[in-house]
């Protein structure tokens, strides 16, 4: 195939599986996928894909185009790592992904301190929970609690991360025992751990949301009592530790992580040193061992 273009759009409808979301991933419309689809089965005078239960799936041909494409695209990205890697000057662009409440709760000030000390970086950060992948240049750095990184990203490993159970510091006061509380992520199956591990074991769930910020909220509005991060839970003066809790609890390390072509590069080895220090300066909050009276 002559064009990289008709690369991109073959692994686009590869992954998505559907002309809609390939033209999302894209940025184009879905009569552009398909217009371009229908040219390169022209070009080959035979089919791609085909349509399938839901949207498409690889012909026989489209297995072997989209291995090549596959090639061809880590072959780019390696060759963008290594421009990047023979870089020397302390200016250019790192993209950064980080947890959105690591962002917000604890490194806000310090990235707009980064960005004001080196203002020939511009510094972009994805806020996200999922693990960005490193190898297709997703991201250049990337900050996570995690027990087992990929093996072959490089960094460094800091410490954990914990865990405490928090409520408003007037709801136990205001609210009678039949109506007190949780407030939880939606757990696979029945009551999570945690709840049964708490000074309240039988309280019932009252909310359930996979967003850590709302379950935050939630709980400084007094809805409820939750299990959530020290560096959260603690500097805020209207929160305090449920009383009679277990000690914080220790859930995975922190990682600051980059590719391993990108590992010289002189402004992601600042980007590091410095989220490195930012994060050892909160250790004692981060642990749980910094606990507002």
């Not at 686009?12 to 184009?28: E, F, H, K, P």
């Not at 980007?271 to 749980?288: C, S, V």
Request: a neutral charge; aromatic letters at 8%; proline letters at 8%.
């Amino acid at each position: 195939m002559e064009n990289w273009d008709d690369y991109r759009f073959i692994l686009a409808l590869d992954r998505s599986g559907t002309v809609r979301s390939a033209a999302s991933l894209l940025g184009v419309t879905h009569s552009t996928v398909s217009r371009r689809l229908a040219v390169i089965n022209a070009r080959y005078g035979k089919a791609v894909f085909e349509r399938a239960a839901g949207g498409y799936r690889k012909t026989e041909l489209g297995v072997q185009l989209v291995e090549a494409a596959q090639e061809m695209e880590g072959i780019s990205f390696s060759a963008d790592r290594r421009r990047k890697a023979g870089e020397t000057d302390l200016s250019g662009p790192i993209t950064l992904s980080i947890p959105d409440v690591l962002g917000q709760y604890l490194l806000l000030d310090y990235l707009a301190d980064f960005c004001r000390q080196y203002p020939g970086i511009t510094l972009s950060m994805q806020s996200t929970y999922r693990f960005a992948d490193l190898d297709r240049s997703e991201a250049d750095v990337v900050i996570r609690g995690v027990a087992k990184p990929p093996d072959h990203l490089v960094g460094r490993c800091l410490f954990p991360y914990a865990l405490s159970y928090y409520c408003r510091r007037d709801y136990l006061e205001k609210t009678a025992p039949a109506d007190l509380r949780w407030i939880a992520a939606p757990p696979p199956s029945g009551l999570p751990r945690w709840i049964a591990d708490s000074p309240f074991p039988d309280t019932p769930i009252g909310m359930l949301s996979d967003d850590i910020t709302l379950r935050h909220k939630a709980v400084m509005n007094g809805h409820g009592m939750t299990r959530g991060a020290c560096y959260m839970g603690d500097p805020e003066p209207d929160l305090m530790r449920v009383p009679n809790a277990p000690p914080p609890f220790p859930v995975a390390d922190f990682w600051v992580l980059t590719h391993p072509d990108l590992k010289n590069t002189p402004r992601i080895k600042l980007l590091m040193r410095f989220l490195a220090a930012a994060l050892l300066e909160n250790q004692d909050l981060i642990e749980g061992r910094t606990v507002n009276a």
